[in-house]
T-cell receptor, first 113, second 113 residues
Framework: QQQVKQSPQSLIVQKGGISIINCAYE??????FPWYQQFPGKGPALLIAIRPDVSEKKEGRFTISFNKSAKQFSLHIMDSQPGDSATYFCAARIIQGAQKLVFGQGTRLTINP | DAGVIQSPRHEVTEMGQEVTLRCKPISGHNSLFWYRQTMMRGLELLIY????????DSGMPEDRFSAKMPNASFSTLKIQPSEPRDSAVYFC???????????FGSGTRLTVV
């Protein structure tokens, strides 16, 4: 119940295309869903986050889509660029109490020029 | 703000030796997390602290691992004795309260030979 399942494990997209990474969860007590971006040799960095009271959040080329009834959320990267090549992690957390993030397994994204 | 500072960046040690990893969280952050990252297991939470108190150490793999947070600005993760299977990148992260994202350090790459 504490798991967040992420897919795909790896993804190759052509420059200018749309990259889509999906996550699913079981625990309905989760109420904060961030995405992290990690470049080689660096720690994960917060990219964008959403709470379940909205169905979509957009920041520049990055959009989170959230489907509360399906318990799924996804990251869309529009006009993907080679500089977006990184590993992406979805995560979920119960805001009250434990404050512990549960991470997905990660998606290695490669944008071909 | 210098962010979360980890030391050393790289550590190579022989099996059986004691290893100590260090972390300085962002000033004012009241939660601190130790993660381990490997290709096989992804990001694993080892232990986290709230207000310097260990809250959940269920991710600590075995008694060879221990963590301390003597004050709000410093934490250590110790492995004694180290084994080759402990080779991984260890990340420290900190956060400020509920609803905040984590800020990760750059990690310590540990190699046990």
């Amino acid at each position: 119940q504490q798991q967040v399942k992420q897919s795909p494990q790896s993804l190759i997209v052509q420059k200018g295309g749309i990259s889509i990474i999906n996550c699913a969860y079981e625990n309905t007590a989760f109420d904060y869903f961030p995405w992290y971006q990690q470049f080689p040799g660096k720690g994960p960095a917060l990219l964008i986050a959403i709470r379940p009271d909205v169905s979509e959040k957009k920041e520049g080329r990055f959009t989170i889509s959230f489907n509360k009834s399906a318990k799924q959320f996804s990251l869309h990267i529009m006009d993907s660029q080679p500089g977006d090549s990184a590993t992406y992690f979805c995560a979920a957390r119960i805001i009250q109490g434990a404050q512990k993030l549960v991470f997905g397994q990660g998606t290695r994204l490669t944008i071909n020029p | 703000d210098a962010g979360v500072i980890q030391s050393p960046r790289h550590e190579v040690t022989e099996m059986g030796q004691e290893v100590t990893l260090r972390c300085k969280p962002i000033s004012g952050h009241n939660s601190l997390f130790w993660y381990r990252q490997t290709m096989m297991r992804g990001l694993e939470l080892l232990i986290y602290f709230n207000n310097n108190v260990p809250i959940d150490d269920s991710g600590m793999p075995e008694d060879r691992f221990s963590a301390k947070m003597p004050n709000a600005s410093f934490s250590t993760l110790k492995i004694q004795p180290s084994e080759p299977r402990d080779s991984a990148v260890y990340f420290c992260a900190s956060s400020l309260g509920a609803g905040s994202g984590y800020t990760f350090g750059s990690g310590t790459r540990l190699t046990v030979v």
